[in-house]
């Protein structure tokens, strides 16, 4: 799809859904890619990586954490040499209004969806400049469109894409483009945990397929070939914007 061979790309968030597509998409198209997880999830996608030929580091932290941010980027920087592509694919999804929703939940909610991309986005930025290359946040549906029941997760979405914005003024002169993806429902591990641990996992997966105008949820791949062209030098002149993926749920 694109050429990128000889770049090095850092995914948080990619020890599933579509930060572990995204993590093999890179690859697939010559990048090494430096995968991050919280647990030790994304050693796997690294493994994956490492036996079909590609090029692959495990950096484990906690992104809303500036400890282990700092330490992955001297990690990323010692292993591989640089950074050409930061995508900030980490998140979670808490659900509930604002009378529901606990400031504890709220708090951690910001923490890991926007002072995690701030963080990343902070430590890799010196080698970004070096590089003039790209930053690409994940967003959602959620910051452009209200959904009933997702008040923490709407906001911290928001805030992503109106930093993307931020950063994107900030760092032009720079030559270090960012862009945002903000996907509508799709079908990840996430996601089919939530369905599951539903009181009728059929009716609830039923449910959200039914509110998608396409009739179906999207999956992990279709974000990360967004993710692939917002990050693509083919891409060069695109800076500041917002690529909805959701199956026409913003219409």
């Known amino acids: 799809m694109f050429d990128y061979h000889g770049k090095i790309v850092w995914i948080t968030g990619a020890g599933a859904g579509i930060g572990a597509a995204c993590a093999r998409a890179f ?25 079909d030929g590609g090029r692959a580091v495990f950096l484990q932290g906690d992104v ?63 080698c970004l400049k070096k590089s003039q290359g790209v930053i690409v946040n994940v967003s959602s549906l959620v910051a452009i469109k209200g959904v009933a029941n997702r008040a923490a997760y709407s906001a911290s979405k928001g805030a992503v894409l109106a930093l993307t ?54 999956r992990p791949e279709e974000i990360a070939a967004a993710i692939l062209f917002a990050a693509s030098s083919e891409a060069g002149f695109m800076d500041g914007v917002n690529i909805p993926v959701d199956g026409a749920g913003s219409l």
């Open 27 to 51: 690859a697939r198209q010559g990048a090494a890619v430096a995968v991050n997880s919280v647990s030790d999830s994304a050693r796997r996608v690294a493994d994956e990586i490492e036996k």
């Open 64 to 126: 809303s954490r500036e400890e282990d941010v700092a330490i992955m980027a001297k990690r990323l920087e010692g292993q591989l040499g640089g950074l050409d592509v930061l995508v900030n694919c980490a998140g979670i999804v808490s659900g509930g209004n604002v009378e529901e929703t606990s400031l504890t939940e709220w708090e951690r909610t910001m923490a890991v969806n926007v002072t995690g991309v701030f963080l990343t986005s902070k430590y890799a930025m010196p």
């Open 165 to 218: 914005k931020a950063m994107a003024a900030d760092y032009l002169k720079d030559g270090v483009r960012v862009n945002c993806v903000s996907p509508g429902t799709i079908l990840s591990p996430s996601l089919e945990g939530r369905i599951a641990a539903s009181d009728d996992p059929e009716k609830a997966y039923r449910d959200f397929v039914a509110r998608q105008p396409m009739g179906r949820l999207g």
